[in-house]
């Protein structure tokens, strides 16, 4: 069946692609239910005893010393809520709205939140029905957590706010009505753990963690057709030479790249001419392996807060304790997503300067500018345009955010981590490399055309031949801008590394 059991301690990559892009639905396990029903008891009794616990029977923030009557507890946890509802900026996108309410739920599910079964249960409804919360992007400095996009989601469910529903913007009760749900009661705690944690930068980061998985495949093949394209020489691929500096991701790009070109007439005619390439050419596995092995830092602290307790205070109603510790700090997502930014670029710079080389004709002895009839023609000059700018763009994208911490809550709050930028921009530059990557496969495979009839290797073959499916040879002037999304889309649809693993095996 098409549904993600939760219990905050085993969600996976895979769980929430599942979820946010495929339509699976999401339901809370049976022993996380006893856990979370025996902690909102704790604090509700916590509360009938009269004990001061930050954020339930206090103020937020600056505002910790106000003691807040017994009777006011639940006015407290809406208030929080509206009055934390303060974003800017474009939506986040629907996948991402929905990421975020699968980690909410399965963070909540590890029973130390202090949030009731119901309430929990309603955003479970909501995901399960498609009511998707209107969530600005701007607003989150990533400490306490994503306090203003999370109280976007969670004012929804007390009936406020706006929701995508039915490809409709609407009222949230409006949606909440046609689908038989009523507005929750906020009992105590519930607003603080609804809105306080990690979650939304972690939402972002999980799919940015997905679609670069492939993007770095497509990288991989996208190089290793530029080098039929300029009939590269094999030397620097040797497995000898990247076994004296077994750096993993650079071993495992050089391996992908002789797996690929793996019985290429092209470069078998050429390789004598010279002893070594260009650097964008030689390097490719010491660039793309060393934005690899950053990737995958990056996967590891992702993996791990997926299945984290971030918000505050954290309940240990076994111990009969709330505890107010900083879990809440996305300084490990934010300082990840900033290398994230980082890794993905320099996959992008390194791009742009093959698609430079095969444009050029001193460096590359085809026609100038790939194309035939140049002069009347001019066939690929300004697509390296487009990709320099892409890299500019990169480039100032890639200052990290984590650095640039600013006070607030009255310098209670007096360092944060700025980490919904860090995912955000994280996601801006992944798209923008995934751009560069596209320039280049319409580049190299119109260079390998002309290298005909030499047939390329096995894998660069069968993914030229995949390729040219969707965008063909490119005789004389056209519109270009069609022909550059065509090819963004193939290779995000992963349909180029389908063909060239059906004719290598699987690329690591």
Not at 181 to 207: D, F, I, R, W, Y
Not at 265 to 289: F, M, N, T
Not at 338 to 347: M, Y
Request: hydrophobic share 40%.
């Amino acid at each position: 069946m098409n549904i993600v059991s939760l219990n905050g301690q085993s969600l996976t990559f895979s769980d929430i692609e599942n979820v946010a892009r495929r339509g699976y639905k999401a339901e809370i396990a049976p022993e996380a239910k006893k856990l979370i029903a025996e902690c909102a008891e704790s604090v509700q009794r916590w509360v009938e005893e009269g004990r001061i616990v930050y954020g339930v029977t206090t103020g937020f923030g600056d505002l910790a010393s106000v003691v807040i009557p017994r009777d006011k507890s639940r006015q407290l946890q809406e208030n929080l809520l509206i009055s934390h509802s303060c974003g800017y900026g474009e939506e986040y996108p629907e996948d991402v709205v929905r990421a975020i309410m699968l980690l909410r739920i399965n963070t909540l599910a590890r029973g130390y939140s202090g949030i009731s079964l119901a309430t929990l249960q309603q955003m479970v409804d909501y995901l399960n029905a498609g009511i998707h919360p209107v969530v600005p992007q701007q607003g989150s400095v990533g400490a306490s957590g994503d306090l203003c996009p999370l109280s976007h989601i969670a004012i929804s469910l007390i009936g406020k706010g706006e929701v995508r529903y039915k490809g409709k913007k609407m009222p949230a009760a409006e949606a909440m009505a046609a689908e038989g749900l009523k507005p929750v009661e906020l009992q105590p705690k519930e607003g603080l753990a609804l809105n306080n944690g990690t979650t939304v930068m972690t939402a972002v980061a999980s799919l940015c963690i997905i679609d670069a998985m492939k993007m770095i495949k497509n990288a991989d093949i996208a190089s290793a057709m530029s080098a039929e394209a300029l009939h590269a020489v094999p030397y620097a691929f040797d497995s000898r030479t990247h076994a004296l500096r077994p750096q993993t991701g650079q071993g495992i790009v050089a391996e992908n790249i002789l797996r690929l070109i793996k019985g290429s007439e092209i470069i078998e005619k050429y390789k004598k001419d010279r002893v070594q390439d260009a650097y964008s050419l030689r390097c490719i596995p010491q660039v793309h392996g060393a934005s690899r092995d950053a990737l995958n830092y990056v996967k590891e602290k992702v993996e791990i807060e997926l299945n984290a307790v971030t918000d505050n205070p954290i309940i240990f109603h076994k111990d009969g304790e709330a505890i107010s510790g900083g879990n809440f700090h996305g300084q490990p997502i934010a300082m990840a997503m900033d290398f994230f930014g980082i890794a993905c670029a320099e996959f992008a710079s390194i791009a742009e300067r093959r698609i430079a080389r095969i444009v050029d004709h001193k460096l590359s002895d085809l026609p100038p500018f790939i194309v035939s009839s140049s002069g009347l023609n001019s066939g690929f000059m300004i697509p390296q345009y487009t990709a320099a700018a892409i890299v500019s763009e990169n480039k100032v994208l890639t200052h990290p955010s984590v650095v640039d911490s600013i006070p607030t809550s009255a310098n209670q709050e007096d360092h944060v981590s700025m980490g919904g930028y860090s995912a955000r921009k994280g996601r801006q530059i992944l798209d923008n490399t995934n751009k560069v990557i596209a320039i280049e496969m319409l580049n190299a495979a119109q260079g390998m055309d002309f290298r005909a009839p030499l047939r390329p290797g096995a894998g660069t073959q069968a993914a030229f031949t995949e390729y040219r499916k969707y965008v063909p040879f490119y005789e004389k002037d056209q519109l270009m801008y069609p022909l550059m999304h065509k090819s963004l889309e193939i290779i995000e649809s992963g349909a180029i590394i389908e063909a060239a693993e059906a004719a290598v095996g699987t690329l690591k």
